[in-house]
């Protein structure tokens, strides 16, 4: 006999072209055959597509302004929570899961509430890297313990994440590390790009252009290198000028190309030779694992969390001489801001065709390790025991 179908949520921000909003996308496509789901967004913004099954909510349609003050911010997320509260009540929801700082707050409360209520929470980013000055950092010092240890567990995508968690905010609740989920893509780089050496080297970088993301570090690197070479990044952000004008600087500007946004990465990164992940910090980089799903031999900084544990394989830690690079099973890893290594990275994979082809067989093959069903059996099993 068929068992009853439980009422589950989830809260988050809005569903913009966020990594989070991404794997919440992905994850619901799977959750609809299996639980009656409300998704309740903070915001009105809406980027992925939902499915027809899943009930749509949103809390306000007034969205808070970074520059908005912090009494203003507080007025409106007090505002949501009561909503948030109401809804979990009308809707009889058994389950309640949340992503990102603000939902994950809002959701603990909701635990004190209705303390029958199972409450998951989900940090999509490295905590003490994730704020944004000493003093939210202080606050998250005292709110992540106070507030996060009410729920009955919580999730990650890193296993740097839980241990900076529970070493530095003293996290005590059950947690475990689903990685992102990825619908692996039926394009791949061909084998004869990865070989060819007649033309410019060609690199690929996706993310948005940001102090965090740090692509002046792929500039310096690509200053540093003779001919031969030709990088494109995708991506908006409130640093394309300044990359733009760093860019004439160094006269790299037929080198270098700034491609915005598009609406299918993957057609576009099947027409490149390497991929370079620049970030000084990650929570789960989703653009790095997009280029190891179409077979692109990837460079990465070893930064905290998730590069370590695609591109190696492992989460033991590994010594990157400064100004090198290091093998890792599925691709290369060097240090944060590290234009030299970088440089001689690049270098290393445009004068070595076969290893090219060799490190984008491997990705590959890492990469599907992350198929969505893989994942979507691990999350169901999480949530429900």
Known sequence: ??????????????????????????LLKKLVDDFDVNLILMYDKIHFEIPVEVK????????IQSNSNFIGKLSEAIKCAKRYFRILKNQEIEIAISFLALPNFINSL?????????????????????????????????????????????????????????????????MDVIYNPIEIPKIKVSGTLLLNTENNFKIVNVGTLNERKNQTMIIRALAALSEGYQLDIYGDGHLEGELNKVILQRNL????????????????????????????????????LEAMAVGLPCISTNCLS????????SQDTIYIEQGSFFKGKYGLL???????????????FKENPLEREKYGNSALTKANE????????????????
């Open 1 to 26: 006999m068929e068992t009853d179908r439980k009422k589950i949520s989830i809260l988050v921000t809005s569903l913009t072209s966020g990594g989070a909003e991404r794997v919440i996308s992905l």
């Open 56 to 63: 749509t909510i949103i809390l306000s349609k007034k969205l």
């Open 110 to 174: 909701a635990s004190v509430k209705y303390p029958k209520l199972k409450t998951i929470v989900s940090e999509r980013g490295y905590p003490t890297d994730n704020t944004t000055s000493k003093i939210s950092y202080y606050i998250s010092k005292i709110f992540y313990p106070i507030l996060y240890n009410r729920n009955d567990k919580l999730f990650s995508n890193s296993v740097y994440i839980n241990k900076d968690l529970a070493d530095n905010f003293h996290i005590k609740i059950p």
């Open 253 to 288: 500007e037929n080198k270098i190309n700034l491609r915005g946004t598009v609406n299918d990465i993957y057609n576009e990164l099947v027409n490149y030779q390497c991929f370079v992940l620049s970030s000084n910090t990650e929570g789960f980089p989703n653009a790095l």
């Open 306 to 313: 998730g590069p370590l544990e695609l591109l190696n394989g």
């Open 334 to 348: 060097i240090n944060n801001d590290d234009h030299v290594g970088l440089s001689k990275g690049l270098a290393h």
């Open 370 to 385: 992350f198929e969505l069903n893989t994942v979507y059996k691990q999350f169901k099993k999480f949530i429900t025991s």
